[in-house]
């Protein structure tokens, strides 16, 4: 057997390296997402709003999840969104209440409800979306569009990286 322990003729991984968290490159990356993150949850409290006055910010991305992926079980939600099922139960009740989501059996299993956009919440989340759209249009009109998709492919890398 070899000194490395695996008993065979190539070498075992060395382990990663630790990054060098104080690299210029991750200095500047934690301040521009501390700023980014700061104005996406102000930005998701205002957008919000426009669903319905009494719609609470955290809820505002349930609806955006439902919007694109269609029904979906409140566990689904829940594990998505990262919360516990008596918080997203409160929450789904309170969407409810605003006319925004309805629940249906699954048609897969008696026991469990699949949560969808009423009409009415279908209508008012596309609105908003697409007045926000709008404004990331407008603010990156000196942008080049091969600049704009790069930016969101690198911005999926970067939350399909988060995921791990």
């Known amino acids: 057997m070899h000194e490395d322990g695996n008993g065979g003729g190539e070498h075992a991984a060395s382990p990663e390296p630790e990054p060098d968290v104080e690299q210029p490159a991750f200095l500047a990356l934690e301040r ?54 008596a918080t997203m139960s409160r929450q789904l009740r309170a969407l409810e209440e605003l006319g925004l989501v309805g629940r249906e059996p699954d048609p897969a299993d008696g026991r469990a409800w699949l949560v969808a956009l009423t009409g009415e919440g279908r209508r008012r989340v596309s609105r908003v979306r697409e007045a926000r759209r709008g404004r990331y249009a407008g603010r990156l009109a000196d942008w080049d569009p091969a600049e704009v998709t790069e930016l969101a492919r690198l911005l999926n890398q970067l939350n399909r990286g988060m995921e791990r």
């Not at 930005?43 to 609806?63: F, I, T």
């Open 32 to 85: 521009e997402l501390t700023v980014l993150l700061r104005r996406a949850r102000a930005s998701q409290g205002e957008m919000a709003r426009a669903v319905h006055p009494d719609l609470e910010p955290s809820a505002y991305g349930l609806l955006v999840r439902l919007d694109e992926c269609g029904r979906q079980r409140a566990t689904e939600l829940a594990g998505y969104i990262g919360v516990g099922k």
